[in-house]
C-alpha cells in the first residue's frame, strides 16, 4: 500500500495530536513490542511510536523492521517519533483515531 502525498498530510495531520502509545528502546523489536504494536494498530489504525535509539542508521532500521513485522505503512519520522498506518476494516468508531479524528 502506497499512500499519496495528500494522504499523507492527512495522516499526518492527524498523528500530530496523538501521543505515542508504544516506546521502542535500543534492545529491539522484541515479540512482546511486536504485540503490543499489532494490537493498538488494530484497535487505533494510526498510532505514534518514539523509538529511543541514539544511531539515525539503527533507528530506520528498527522502523523497517516493525512495519514489516506488522504490515503497517510509515507515514512520518519526525526525530524521535513516527506515525505507522494499518487500515482495519472492522475497525471501533470509539478506538480509530481515523475515525475519531477525521474532523480535525
Not at 524521535?80 to 471501533?92: G, V
Amino acid at each position: 500500500m502506497t499512500l499519496s502525498s495528500a494522504q499523507k498530510k492527512d495522516y499526518k495531520r492527524i498523528g500530530h495530536h496523538l501521543k505515542p502509545v508504544v516506546i521502542v528502546s535500543d534492545q529491539g523489536a522484541s515479540e512482546g513490542v511486536i504485540s503490543e504494536l499489532d494490537r493498538a494498530l488494530t484497535d487505533h489504525e494510526l498510532i505514534k511510536i518514539r523509538i529511543s535509539v541514539a544511531d539515525r542508521e539503527t533507528k530506520q532500521a528498527l522502523i523497517q523492521q516493525v512495519c514489516k513485522a506488522t504490515g503497517a505503512e510509515l507515514v512520518q519520522v519526525i526525530g524521535k517519533m513516527a506515525i505507522l498506518l494499518r487500515p482495519n476494516k472492522k475497525a471501533n468508531p470509539n478506538l480509530s483515531n481515523l475515525v475519531r479524528f477525521k474532523e480535525i
